[in-house]
């Protein structure tokens, strides 16, 4: 455990001034706030909207466009730094000549991977919420705080990490199998497309697509939610197509550490 | 009672799919050596040293370093080496000396060890600068630090004298030499053979997988010399009397050169071409190089 806790902290280390690392900050910092812009620019637009109905119009802007194309972009973007790291360096000989298990050098860049986009999500979860309070601040016309969007809004950014875990796991085994960015980035994105596809077309069997299941997740949240204000906002966080992401990234993950292995002495 | 030899592997034989690249090699590498480990490119070095570093397994457990066998030892056995495979592994987006801190985080080594390295490899001066914009030169001596930063009893170096300048070799050979006077042992492949000449006590000499001699230079020396050269004061003369009794002689830079047997023979040549009249000025074993002996005994 501290031979994995160690290549952790190694990892943040090699990545702390990249932009693998930076784009999970910079891209929510960046995008809330174009989008808070054009939000508050247009205030009167909103004015005659309960607080309720205000929250959704702002958060649905960023789930929509986050579940179907920048989240699976930016999971591929991030998987491949991690281990081109080690590709561009020629490391992995030296890093399997370590006195440390081959298991907690491999978990360890998966699970920076995957902490990456919960990163991510979570900026994302707290700018919006931070955004919209500025605005109410000086628009006193926006009622963001007039309703608590807080815990829904991180239980909805919660669920669309667990969905894009299969993304995560398959992206993180092509870039270690691939170096070049292009085979990375080309299969993920016409895969993304193909996922998009699925949810859109709703296919009975869409949620066992990885690359619609963060799509697929956010149209059944849209659907199951009641915005009449009559009953309380929830919706159910494990539904199938969570589930189907889960075991896809557990059947990734270890089907990466084979590939790996052989890939260490190349 | 400590390990006479700190690598030891025994028959190790292995193959890529149906290509045989190990045949039956049994390396010894004495405790506190500098073993170079000499063979043309696609001999097996390289194999060899991602053996011993449990990057390739053999599934008969006939590796050992330390008396102990590296499958059941990976681990522990890691712990007391320091390795340069190929080229070094380098982040170029990190300085040098955060490719240390890296390296030092990773192995629970503490930050003053960092110093030492960068000091006795002589990068001290260009530590703050990217590794991506070093030389061939600075990312073998980076290499070297990485290498050298556990403080190993076993450093396997894989060519480390690549894209060195001279001085940088002189250094790098002086630096080794140093660590072996301390106790260490190091284990070099190179195909520079007047460097590894100049400064392993011990070479192995590997050629189609299969480990075609081991031992120490004086050994190699002494195995290869099987000339005698003659001086006389005539030499063709003396040639065609020693062709007339049934040597086998030639005529090489004004001496005779005859097929070495036996000391007793080399008594009796002496004898002949003082009977017959010859003056004999001198009667030798002349010592072949490295690159002679090298090239020799891949040749056969």
């Not at chain 2, 890296?102 to 703050?128: E, F």
């Not at chain 2, 190179?190 to 070479?203: D, F």
């Amino acid at each position: 455990m501290q031979a994995f806790l160690i290549s952790l902290r190694s990892e943040f280390y090699k990545s702390r001034n990249t932009l693998s690392f930076w784009s999970a900050i910079l891209l929510p910092l960046i995008i809330c706030a174009l989008i808070a812009e054009g939000f508050y620019v247009n205030s009167n637009k909103l004015a005659g909207m309960t607080g309720m109905m205000q929250w959704f119009r702002f958060s649905g802007a960023f789930l929509g466009v986050m579940g179907s194309l920048l989240l699976p972009m930016l999971v591929i973007f991030q998987t491949f730094s991690i281990n081109n790291m080690e590709h561009r360096a020629d490391m992995w000989k030296s890093l399997f000549a370590l006195p440390l298990p081959k298991w907690s050098v491999y978990s360890s860049k998966f699970v920076y991977a995957v902490f990456l986009t919960a990163l991510c999500l979570t900026l994302f979860a707290s700018f919006i919420i931070a955004a919209a309070y500025l605005m109410n601040f000086f628009k006193p016309e926006f009622k963001f705080n007039q309703f608590d969007m807080s815990a829904l809004l991180f239980k909805l950014h919660l669920k669309l990490f667990l969905a894009s875990i299969s993304i995560i796991s398959l992206q993180f085994v092509f870039s270690l199998l691939w170096s070049d960015f292009i085979q990375c980035m080309g299969l993920g994105f016409l895969l993304t497309i193909f996922g998009i596809i699925v949810a859109n077309l709703g296919w009975k069997y869409g949620y066992a697509i990885p690359y619609a299941q963060p799509m697929i997740a956010m149209n059944a949240v849209t659907k199951e939610i009641k915005i009449d204000g009559t009953q309380t906002i929830d919706f159910v966080l494990m539904t199938k197509e969570i589930y189907v992401s889960l075991a896809i990234g557990l059947a990734a993950f270890a089907s990466g550490y084979f590939i790996i292995r052989k890939r260490s002495v190349n | 009672m400590p390990n006479e030899f700190i690598i030891e592997t025994r028959k190790l034989s292995y193959s890529f799919a149906s290509q045989k690249v190990l045949n039956e090699v049994s390396l010894q590498v004495p405790s506190g050596s500098i073993y170079g480990f000499l063979g043309p490119n696609g001999a097996g070095k390289t194999t060899t040293i991602k053996i011993l570093l449990n990057l390739l397994r053999s599934d008969k457990n006939n590796v050992l370093l330390f008396g102990e066998e590296i499958n059941k030892n990976r681990l522990k056995i890691l712990s007391r080496i320091g390795a340069l495979v190929e080229q070094p592994a380098i982040y170029s987006h990190l300085t040098g000396r955060e490719n240390l801190n890296n390296r030092a985080m990773l192995l629970g080594i503490p930050k003053k060890r960092i110093d030492v390295v960068q000091n006795i490899t002589g990068i001290d001066d260009y530590a703050g600068k990217k590794a991506g914009k070093y030389s061939l030169g600075m990312k073998q001596r980076l290499g070297i630090a990485l290498a050298l930063l556990p403080d190993p009893e076993l450093l396997l170096l894989d060519e480390p004298t690549n894209g060195l300048d001279p001085n940088g070799i002189i250094e790098i050979r002086k630096l080794l030499q140093k660590l072996t006077s301390e106790g260490k042992t190091v284990f070099v492949s190179s195909h520079i053979l007047s460097e590894v000449e100049k400064m392993a006590t011990h070479v192995g000499i590997i050629n189609h997988g299969k480990l075609l001699f081991q031992g120490s230079i004086a050994h190699l020396h002494d195995i290869s010399i099987n000339t005698i050269s003659i001086e006389v004061n005539n030499v063709v003369d003396a040639a065609n009397m020693l062709l007339n009794k049934g040597y086998t002689a030639d005529i090489k830079n004004e001496s005779i050169i005859l097929p070495y047997s036996s000391q007793r023979e080399m008594s009796c040549i002496n004898k002949l071409l003082v009977d017959s009249g010859f003056s004999v000025f001198g009667l030798s074993r002349p010592k072949n190089d490295l690159e002679t002996m090298f090239l020799n005994i891949t040749k056969n």
